[in-house]
């Protein structure tokens, strides 16, 4: 069998995205979390966050890439985050002149990607 046809396997690593993006998640809420520390759960949150910007976004980019509606019926409209994408690949996934050094490091906006209006206030 395909991989491509075994759609519970397929299923099993987009589920598996977002387990460990609600990990992250619980992870960057504990109080006292060193910046090591921090950092490395930012890092998770970021690849984890791109992964289903992918997989949930518009663009179909085809070839192997799983989508929702290879799954169920799909219709539902989703505004890819274009700055959270493009961050965690130059800064997190890929070796690029755009990483920030150290003592550069600017703090992801987990309100905007949450919480749009409290971007705005």
Known sequence: MRKRDDKPA????A???IEMLAAA?????RPGLSGADGSGWMEVFAIHSRNLNEFF?????GGGYMKPSHFVEWTQSYAFDT???RRASSQVAHLTYDRE????KTQWSFECIFRPCACHL
């Open 15 to 17: 589920l598996y995205e």
């Open 57 to 61: 976004g518009q663009n179909d980019p």
């Open 25 to 29: 998640l619980v992870a960057l809420c």
């Open 83 to 85: 700055n959270l994408a």
């Open 10 to 13: 397929a299923l099993d690593h």
């Open 101 to 104: 050094k150290p003592e550069e």
